[in-house]
């Protein structure tokens, strides 16, 4: 018996651990909060992967240009079969007429065997800063790359937020319709007693059962809601849509804090929006830099080295082909040169002004986005207040249609007015406490909308938490 119940102990609390541990699992994998759903979106959002790999591709590039100082340095060998009979007399060669130096007083067709073998190198050692704002360029693209991933998460960080904010309001609002459901199952309740008694007609029993259909209908349409944002901060975050869990009191958190954080001017110095537009300018001037740089010539270190055989003897004597290979003579070559285009100047010109007026273009948006983000702020601040003064309201007007439910559900019970009436009431009472819920979602949305545009979204998020 000892031994049973021992056993019974230990299984019991075996099972009672395997429960522990699943819970604890559960809570484990649930996300809950707007901090840790925006993190999981920075880090995890599949809608981030293409910038990001255009940032590999400009750094790959950035990488490439700070090798564009090395030489360029060929290695060649050819052994070739043919004749040697020249005539003298200039052309141009095309590139495809081959070499034939030996002219004779009389022509020669044998067949002779030569071959080549040469390395050169050319190496640019001064272009006035060319190749270096060439490697700036390149940076500058980087930069231009990082800048716009920042803004995508900067427009991906408002689109949760918005979506998270929505969510919240249709739980307020799912949990007020339950209410409301109950309301009309107990103003149901009422009708049926009074019409049992036959102090009431049977009718108001399906005005109160259409009444509560409704509702229940209304019920549906708000609970398919709450699915399609939590689908969307799913494929944002990328997180399984049974892991998300809402945090239904930070809407009245946000309310009960009732302050914005204060706009700071580095803040809005630094938004990602201004800091993409401030990028293309800059990436625009050293464009132009470059451009600049291409007016100077190149100053170049030129060399080779190679070595000639053939089966034609150096006395012009037609010798075996065996003859021909292999290397009886060496020359070496070394100088330095420069080139410059002149004619190229014009057309370096016309480059610069188009370059110039990119760079304007760049500037002109910079300006038209900062104004825009100061006019936002303005308007926000204007609603913002408006907000508040609702939020202050609102709460009278519920509390008068809650005493005005009351007692017309009273005197309903007591035979004194009609169900139309009661039904006006509780209308009434509904339409109060969904204001109430959008009256704070609408100023919580404005109240992050400021942080947005003022680059103050961490800000808010620390002081609410």
């Known amino acids: ?105 009389e022509g020669n067709n044998s067949t002779i065997l030569t071959d080549l073998a040469i390395a050169a190198f050319d190496w640019p050692i001064y272009d006035f800063g060319g190749k270096k704002a060439e490697r700036q360029v390149a940076a500058s693209n980087v930069q231009v790359e990082q800048s716009k991933f920042n803004q995508s998460k900067y427009q991906l960080q408002a689109f949760v937020i918005d979506n998270y904010l929505q969510w919240l309001r249709v739980e307020d609002l799912l949990s007020i319709q339950q209410l409301n459901i109950q309301r009309n199952i107990e103003i149901r309740q009422s009708v049926m007693a009074l019409a049992k008694s036959g102090i009431k007609a049977g009718v108001d029993t399906s005005i109160a059962e259409a009444e509560i259909s409704r509702s229940r209908l209304n019920y549906v349409e708000l609970k398919g809601q709450r699915q399609q944002y939590k689908l969307m901060l799913s494929a944002i975050t990328n997180i399984p849509p049974d892991q998300l869990q809402p945090d239904t009191g930070y809407i009245n958190k946000l309310v009960e804090n009732n302050q914005a954080p204060l706009a700071v001017d580095s803040a809005f110095a630094f938004h990602p929006v201004l800091l993409y537009y401030r990028s293309l300018y800059q990436n625009s001037l050293e464009k132009e830099h470059l451009v600049k740089k291409s007016y100077y010539p190149t100053i170049s270190l030129q060399g080779a080295v190679w070595g000639r055989g053939s089966s034609i003897s150096p006395n012009d004597e037609f010798r075996k082909l065996s003859k021909g290979i292999g290397l009886e003579r060496g020359n070496y070559l070394v100088g330095v040169g420069i080139t410059y285009d002149l004619f190229d100047l014009k057309r370096r010109q016309l480059q610069l002004k188009t370059q110039q007026a ?81 009256a704070k979602y609408l100023y919580c949305k404005t109240l992050f909308e400021k942080a947005l545009t003022t680059n103050q979204v961490q800000s808010l998020l620390i002081f609410t938490n």
């Open 1 to 105: 018996m000892v031994i049973l119940k021992k056993a019974y102990f230990v299984c019991s609390y075996v099972w009672l651990l395997i429960i522990c541990l699943s819970v604890h699992a559960q809570v484990d994998h649930s996300v809950s909060g707007l901090k840790r759903l925006l993190d999981h979106a920075n880090e995890r959002s599949p809608f981030l992967t293409s910038d990001s790999a255009a940032i590999l591709i400009r750094l790959a590039q950035q990488n490439a240009s700070k090798y564009n100082w090395l030489p360029e340095f060929n290695v060649g060998l050819q052994a070739d079969i043919g004749t040697n009979n020249n005539m003298p007399g200039g052309y141009f060669s095309y590139g495809i007429v081959p070499g034939n130096s030996k002219v004779r007083s």
């Open 358 to 438: 990119y760079t304007n273009y760049a500037d002109k948006q910079l300006q038209e986005q900062q104004m825009l983000l100061s006019l936002s702020e303005s308007k926000l601040n204007a609603q913002l207040v408006t907000a508040g003064e609702r939020l202050q309201e609102i709460p009278h007007q519920l509390a008068a249609a809650q005493a005005a439910y009351r007692q017309k559900l009273s005197l309903y019970k007591n035979g004194l007015t009609d169900i139309l009436e009661l039904n006006t009431a509780l209308s009434i009472l509904y339409r109060a406490e969904t204001d109430y819920v959008i």
